[in-house]
Nanobody, 131 residues
Framework: QVQLPESGGGLVQAGGSLRLACTAS????????LAWFRQAPVTEREGISC????????YYADSVKGRFTTSRDNTKNTLYLQMDDLKPEDTAMYYC????????????????????????WGQGTQVTVSS
């Protein structure tokens, strides 16, 4: 059974930092692209970062570029998201996701949840940023 539990969410003041982790079981991640998504109430799930199988040259949404850093440790089967300078608008449920195929490279439409429909999703971890 494949599981992708996320951890590290919580309540933080604006300007603070959190580090999320997503550790897979039942699945090796070293040949998959990995993404972070977030979803606030009454909004669509949006992709905020994607990393290729090697972890090099990750992609970021403009809304988090320069503040968030994604990385992966394939030896630990884990994806990370370092979030700095958090803002109230970052409040959301955060999810990790894997994409199948594409030789481990991020899909062209990496920001769309549909691009990960053939892969796996975690259950999410809540991040709340107070002003």
């Amino acid at each position: 059974q494949v599981q992708l539990p996320e951890s590290g969410g919580g309540l933080v003041q604006a300007g603070g930092s959190l580090r999320l982790a997503c550790t897979a079981s039942g699945l090796l991640l070293d040949d998959s692209s990995l993404a972070w998504f977030r979803q606030a109430p009454v909004t669509e799930r949006e992709g905020i970062s994607c990393t290729n199988w090697s972890g090099q040259f990750p992609y970021y949404a403009d809304s988090v570029k320069g503040r968030f850093t994604t990385s992966r440790d394939n030896t630990k089967n884990t994806l990370y998201l370092q979030m700095d300078d958090l803002k109230p608008e970052d409040t959301a449920m955060y999810y990790c996701a894997t994409a199948s195929g594409n030789y481990g490279f991020c899909p062209g439409s990496w920001r769309s949840a549909d691009a990960y429909s053939g892969g796996y999703w975690g259950q999410g971890t809540q991040v709340t940023v107070s002003s």
